[in-house]
């Protein structure tokens, strides 16, 4: 459905929507006033202030992160420390409900005329009312029934609404639980705070015995220590002085394996003996250089001798002789001195190479000893750092189990707020209205349900109402609309001023039928309708009044040869008409031409230009007479002197106007508004199809003023011909 539908089926029904919205609110003004229980309500908001957080933010400030050590188990920083949940629980326990109603009675008696200030409604009863002869657990029941406590996680605070049927008990009942909640929470810290102190102050001797004992196992640890390994061995010191030594020792061997190396090797390269080489590289024996140095002295001095003599003598001179003998005995020495000189040598190394070994053998035994000292002090150094540790931990738990102590003992003797009331309750309670929005809710649902029932009168009325109806579900086109008069009011336009709305309106449809019928060249229309009581027979009457009145020769047949009324319209006799031309049933036995028997159906009207035939003798088969060739001779004959020729019919319920249709111009066909159904008007649009008839339109008759068009439209005549009844009349 589009949006103009909406609006159509709000136009048609809007008193339908108007009453479900009037009738709502009545029912709801009914409710509010006279039904709806009494309610006066009060809030407070308030939040626990426990030890726990005090105490948990306490070493929070102090910088101190515990984690899961026997210190964090040994500290007991808080005691019992509900969360909002058991605190909500608490609240909701019978010891507190039972102090509650003892203070609350309290009150009532000292302030007895505004506890009878009760105001409730229709089958409604006081409440709170605490009765002597109930049960306890009534009481209670009764209490908890009159307290909402609502738990606020996001700032840990708690909100309490009251709610009675009186607006001074609303702040007694939260005065009350207030008052009450804070004894208790009260006595629960204090208790839980005493529990805290006491367990703590064990633990504070727990941990001076801890660190005591740490400090004795670390000195009998040492003890042994120096009873195995000496006193020179720096325990507390560390390891730093040792790995020097270590460092120091493995720089020793290093030397040391370097000289055992070249050692070696010389007394390799002594294994080979070479004289010459010894007697040039000797050793460092003093007394074998001592001769030898000699034996090149005598050498050297023979040498220059023997040149001496040679210069002289031959070499078998005796003097050469003996010279040369003496140098050669000096020579057979030198080897000789040479093997003395590398023995020595030798022995001087193997000796120097074991002395070497043994050092170095020494070395080694000292680094071994060293590296297993070093690995002990580290052993050792990581226990005395535990301990250290330890102690140190133990120390700084103790100082901060002190100030927690000290706290503790504080909190005991001072009061502290544990409970901050952050918004107090009123003096009054507050009348518990609808929500500010309540009417417009309201108002909305009724226009809802006015809706809903419009568009279900809508969807299940089938009948045909506005053009649009026409043109939608019937798919024919609309000429004009004749509105709805008033019950009383003339509907024959002849008996009617000439400048009243309504003959104006039917000028106007004539002037749009008349100019249909000239583009189609023709001059026979007939006028049917779906059903009888449409006002088919009253239309065809006006139209052919508002034709004569535009200058229109008119000749208006009444074809319903079963129930004729266009006679009774005029005044005129109906015993002579279309039946006895259709029949050829006159009386008397001469024989007459055609012009004479027309002569004798046609009637003269009162209004000039408009002529009548009316119906006749109800003949026994007018299905017959129709079908006969008469019919078009009479059409023929008449519109060589008539203008415009309107025949009216039977509903389309009969077949006459079917018959009727394929002998005619152009078929027009009338709809009541609001009484033929959308089913009816497809099955008539469908018989003059059928029957190969020329439909030109609708003339939507009986047309409440509804529609801005029509209103708009009879009020514009109304208004330009001063006609005061039409201008009063408002669209339905």
Not at 122 to 137: H, I, K, L, M
Not at 290 to 319: G, I
Not at 499 to 521: R, V
Not at 658 to 670: E, F, Q, R, S
Request: net charge neutral; glycine share 6%; with cysteine.
């Amino acid at each position: 459905m589009s949006l103009k539908d909406y609006i159509r089926i709000v136009k048609r029904h809007k008193w339908w929507i108007i009453g479900w919205v009037v009738l709502i609110g009545l029912i709801y003004g009914v409710y509010d006033k006279k039904i709806k229980k009494v309610r006066y309500t009060g809030t407070a908001v308030f939040r626990v202030l426990s030890v726990a957080s005090k105490g948990e933010e306490d070493v929070v400030n102090n910088n101190t992160t515990f984690q899961k050590t026997e210190i964090e188990n040994d500290i007991i920083i808080y005691g019992d420390s509900p969360d909002l949940r058991e605190h909500r629980t608490r609240m909701y326990g019978s010891a507190i409900m039972k102090e509650t109603i003892r203070k609350y009675l309290a009150l009532e008696q000292k302030f007895p005329e505004e506890s009878k200030n009760d105001k409730y409604a229709w089958r409604q009863s006081p409440y709170p009312v605490f009765r002597d002869n109930a049960t306890e657990e009534n009481n209670i029941r009764e209490l908890r029934d009159s307290l909402v406590i609502t738990p606020n996680y996001a700032d840990k605070s708690f909100s309490i609404l009251a709610h009675s049927t009186n607006r001074f008990k609303v702040k007694w009942l939260i005065d009350s639980f207030l008052e009450t909640y804070i004894e208790s929470e009260k006595a629960r810290v204090q208790g839980s705070t005493k529990d805290v102190l006491g367990k703590n102050e064990e633990r504070y001797e727990e941990r001076k015995l801890k660190i005591q004992s740490i400090i004795k196992e670390r000195e009998l640890q040492k003890d042994r220590l120096w009873k195995q390994y000496g006193e020179h061995v720096d325990w507390d010191g560390g390891t730093d002085f040792k790995q020097e030594e270590r460092n120091e020792i493995l720089k020793k061997i290093d030397e040391v394996t370097k000289e055992v190396i070249t050692l070696k090797s010389e007394i390799q390269e002594f294994a080979v003996y070479e004289p010459d080489r010894w007697l040039i590289d000797d050793g460092e024996g003093h007394k074998i250089v001592e001769l030898q140095n000699e034996l090149y002295s005598k050498r050297e001095t023979l040498q220059q001798e023997l040149a001496a003599l040679r210069v002289d003598f031959t070499d078998k001179h005796p003097n050469v002789v003996r010279k040369l003998a003496e140098l050669n005995s000096l020579n057979a020495a030198f080897p000789k001195l040479a093997k003395e000189i590398v023995e020595k040598k030798v022995r001087l190394l193997n000796r120097s190479l074991a002395n070497k070994e043994a050092l170095k053998s020494k070395l080694e035994l000292d680094l071994s000893r060293v590296s297993q000292e070093i690995k002990v002090i580290s052993e050792q150094k990581q226990k005395f750092d535990s301990f250290d540790d330890r102690q140190s931990k133990l120390q700084d738990g103790l100082v901060l189990l002190e100030q927690h102590i000290d706290k503790l003992q504080d909190e005991l003797t001072r009061s502290n707020a544990l409970v901050e009331v952050i918004n107090e309750a009123a003096k009054e309670g507050l009348l518990e209205n609808s929500a500010p929005n309540t009417f417009y809710y309201v108002l909305i649902f009724g226009i809802v349900i006015g809706f809903g029932f419009a568009y279900l009168l809508d969807y299940m009325d089938d009948t045909i109402r506005t053009p649009h109806d026409v043109e939608k579900f019937v798919g024919m086109r609309v000429i004009g609309t004749v509105p709805m008069l008033s019950k009383g009011e003339e509907k024959l336009l002849h008996r009617i001023a000439l400048k009243s709305p309504i003959s104006e309106m039917m000028n106007t449809l004539s002037m749009i039928i008349q100019s249909w019928m000239l583009k189609m060249k023709g001059q026979a229309l007939l006028i049917v309708s779906s059903k009888p009581g449409e006002g088919k027979s009253t239309f065809i009457t006006n139209l052919a009044v508002a034709l004569c009145r535009g200058g229109e020769k008119v000749v208006l047949i009444d074809s319903d040869m079963r129930k004729p009324s266009l006679h009774r319209f005029f005044g005129v006799d109906n015993s002579v008409g279309f039946s006895n031309y259709l029949e050829d049933s006159f009386s008397g036995d001469v024989e007459e031409s055609d012009e004479a028997k027309i002569a004798k159906i046609v009637h003269h009207t009162d209004i000039e230009g408009l002529f009548l035939i009316p119906s006749g003798p109800i003949p026994s088969n007018p299905v017959g007479l129709l079908k006969g060739e008469n019919v078009e001779r009479l059409l023929n004959h008449l519109k060589t002197y008539i203008g415009v020729i309107l025949i009216d019919t039977p509903p389309l319920a009969m077949i006459d106007a079917g018959v009727l249709a394929t002998k005619v111009n152009a078929v027009v066909t009338v709809m009541d508004a609001g009484k033929v159904s959308k089913r009816e008007a497809l099955a008539g649009k469908h018989l003059i199809e059928n029957v190969g008839g020329n439909s030109i339109g609708v003339i939507l008759n009986k047309v409440t003023l509804e529609g801005e068009e029509y209103y708009y439209y009879f009020e514009g005549y109304s208004y330009y011909y001063g006609n005061s009844r039409a201008r009063k009349k408002k669209p339905v």
